[in-house]
């Protein structure tokens, strides 16, 4: 299963400089009833989580939400789109007490 196409993320905390360990983080992908969770895990001391989804990846809708608790930013929310089933989806998220930065990670 290792080796099946996932949704992974990144947390770096920008105001220190180092990465965002023991942020909880939730994934879940949009049905037609609402939301179905799909993974869920802790960022570790990197400030990775490697494979979020459990399961097989399907096309669709996904949030993927962020504990941050921070000093401004509770949770972060984003939501994506994934058309393309082979390839992995990595999310990472910048964050600092006032701002919050996301792309579409390689």
């Known amino acids: 299963m290792?080796?099946?196409p996932?949704?992974?993320t990144h947390v770096l905390d920008t105001e220190n400089g180092t990465p965002a360990a023991g942020i909880e983080v939730?994934?879940?992908r949009l049905t037609a009833?609402?939301?179905e969770e799909v993974g869920r895990?802790?960022?570790d001391a990197?400030?990775?989580v490697r494979r979020l989804l459990i399961?097989?990846?399907q096309t669709g809708e996904y949030v993927i939400e962020f504990a941050v608790?921070?000093?401004f930013f509770g949770t972060v929310a984003l939501t994506f789109r994934v058309d393309d089933t082979s390839r992995n989806y990595h999310v990472p998220l910048l964050i600092a007490p006032y701002s919050v930065v996301t792309y579409r990670g390689s």
Request: glycine share 16%; aromatic share 4%; net charge negative.
């Open 41 to 43: 895990s802790t960022t």
């Open 46 to 48: 990197d400030g990775r």
């Open 26 to 28: 939730s994934l879940f």
């Open 55 to 57: 399961g097989d990846l």
């Open 69 to 71: 608790r921070g000093e």
């Open 2 to 4: 290792d080796d099946q």
């Open 33 to 35: 009833d609402g939301e």
């Open 6 to 8: 996932t949704i992974s």
